[in-house]
């Protein structure tokens, strides 16, 4: 095993879906929706009328997928992490259909060329960070000869640390919106 790999604990670890308390209860209220709408389900079936049919049949083929969608997309399909090590290494990490986390691109700290950060609702913000020269880890590193761009959404106090990160570097962005 090569020197270099070796890695210490990532000094900041920045995560999506990152758990608050927004995302507990949106999860609870789409599973709340999901048994809301089979109560419905029953209550119709017992009334055996052409109405009740239609409606049975759109919320089958219409909510009920819906729903099952919304559910796996929020657990497994958006799942990102980005590491930051002592090194000043930065690992982008994506989540895969069953949780496993897949390493896409590593990067010094010195590669990142722009930081765009967007506000978004419930203490959020959204970070879009331009990397020049990435190396991209697939079946087999390869560095990659254009910019890459990755996004992850973080509570604002994590989006603090990392800026204070980069700024105690003395690494100045251009176009940096303020938060």
Request: aromatic share 12%; hydrophobic share 45%.
């Amino acid at each position: 095993m090569e020197l270099d790999t070796l890695q210490d604990e990532p000094r900041l670890i920045l995560t999506y879906p990152h758990r608050l308390k927004f995302n507990r209860v949106a999860f609870i209220s789409m599973i709340l929706l999901t048994l809301i709408v089979l109560w419905i389900l029953i209550q119709l079936t017992t009334y055996n009328t052409g109405f009740s049919g239609k409606v049975i049949v759109t919320i089958v083929l219409i909510v009920l997928p819906l729903l099952m969608w919304f559910i796996a997309y929020y657990n497994y399909l958006n799942g990102v992490k980005l590491e930051l090590y002592g090194n000043n290494l930065i690992k982008y990490y994506t989540y895969g259909s069953r949780g496993n986390s897949l390493l896409h691109f590593k990067f010094q700290a010195e590669d990142i060329g722009n930081i765009k950060i967007n506000k978004y609702p419930f203490n959020c913000v959204k970070l879009t960070i331009i990397i020049k020269n990435p190396i991209f880890c697939g079946l087999h590193e390869k560095k990659l000869n254009k910019p890459s761009r990755v996004t992850i959404i973080v509570a604002r106090e994590k989006a603090d640390l990392f800026m204070q990160e980069m700024k105690g570097l003395n690494l100045m962005f251009k176009d940096q919106n303020q938060m």
